[in-house]
């Protein structure tokens, strides 16, 4: 199988070079190249890899602008992946001290406590894994994954009798308990938090409650999270879907606006020339000049965006394929350690 790492695709990148570190406009050619300095510990995309003289040479963008070519010796690639729901552990938690370089300063704890935390990318750093969390889509720094619970997903009946019993929540934040009168046919445990004792459960089909685990583990504790870790190359192709799967999205928001600029466009011409009206309005003027610059700039986007997706497509079937070996291989693996566990008691 091709090296995933070398393949070419959108990646996302923290800056980290040695001072004096040049971006050019030009490989190799220090007219107006810039330096490093001021773009460090920003967070930048890769547009396209271009190898000169052995070395790989990655085009750069930050925000919205196109800086230049250079080749990464010490930045961090962050690695990508579809959402992953956790809880905060508040076990002496520290911040990383990256989140500073990175301008991001906040009061974690008080931002992460008793909320249900979204964890969709992951670097390493300094020999750490720390992990990207997000509250409610807005990005909240690198975090130690030491400090999280991921929620593990179950299918567990809870006998009637056993489940009312409990005091029912309607928010993991579990402060207050809900006043609702529950009339109790059926229940089932969906998902736990197995180090913060709580779990939600889902009652007539239809309602969901959160309750503790206290009395409880006979039903909990066949439930495992999987402790089958990650190989780099897996890391690497869930942020190569999770990059083609953006890169999805983003193409159909390009030909979407597209198609609205020219319905406007339509909707704004009268026999064949535009009205009167706007002719003669400077400011709609100016405001058809902007969108042309946009549309413009669209355009070249979608071009970059259909040759990526056309290139990528032949090769994402053979990483899909490739994923269900590992997706089989990890399953093997659980089923081992389940057995073992079994055989040692």
């Known amino acids: 199988m091709e090296n995933i790492k070398s393949y070419d695709y959108p990646k996302q990148?923290?800056?980290?070079?040695?001072d004096g570190t040049?971006?050019?406009?030009k490989i190799g050619n220090d007219e107006n190249s810039v330096e490093v300095d001021d773009y460090q510990w920003q967070v930048v995309s890769t547009i396209t890899d271009k190898i000169d003289n052995q070395n790989v040479f990655s085009l750069i963008q930050h925000e919205d602008s196109q800086l230049g070519w250079i080749s990464f010796k010490n930045s961090i690639q962050i690695f990508r992946f579809e959402p992953e729901i956790s809880r905060f552990i508040d076990d002496e938690f520290e911040?990383?001290?990256?989140n500073e370089k990175l301008g991001i300063n906040k009061d974690f704890r008080t931002h992460f406590t008793g909320k249900l935390l979204s964890i969709k990318s992951e670097i390493l750093y300094e020999g750490n894994r720390l992990l990207g969390i997000f509250v409610k889509d807005k990005f909240f720094g690198f975090h130690d994954e030491k400090y999280f619970e991921k929620l593990i997903n179950c299918n567990i009946s809870i006998p009637k009798d056993i489940i009312s019993q409990k005091e029912f929540y309607k928010t993991s934040k579990m402060s207050e308990a809900s006043n609702e009168e529950v009339i109790l046919t059926e229940a089932v445990m969906i998902s736990i938090f197995k180090k913060s004792n709580i779990g939600k459960v889902k009652v007539n089909s239809k309602e969901y409650y959160w309750v503790y685990l206290d009395g409880l583990e006979e039903y909990t504790e066949q439930i495992q999270e999987s402790s089958v870790s990650k190989s780099n190359e897996q890391k690497q192709i869930d942020d190569l879907f999770y990059a083609v799967k953006k890169e999805r999205q983003h193409s159909k928001e390009i030909v979407k606006t597209v198609l609205s600029f020219k319905e406007y466009m339509k909707s704004?011409?009268?026999?064949g020339t535009l009205d009167y009206d706007i002719a003669s309005n400077n400011e709609l003027r100016k405001e058809l000049d902007n969108l042309k610059i946009k549309i413009e700039k669209l355009n070249k986007n979608l071009k970059l965006s259909e040759t990526r997706l056309e290139q990528?497509?032949?090769?994402?079937?053979?990483?899909?394929?490739q994923k269900d070996k590992y997706k089989d291989r990890m399953t093997l693996?659980?089923?081992k350690f389940r057995k073992l566990k079994e055989k040692a008691k």
């Open 268 to 271: 704004r011409k009268v026999n």
């Open 13 to 18: 990148i923290i800056l980290n070079e040695e």
């Open 312 to 321: 990528q497509r032949d090769y994402n079937k053979r990483l899909e394929a």
């Open 333 to 335: 693996l659980e089923e």
């Open 95 to 98: 911040a990383n001290k990256i």
């Open 22 to 25: 040049k971006i050019y406009k």
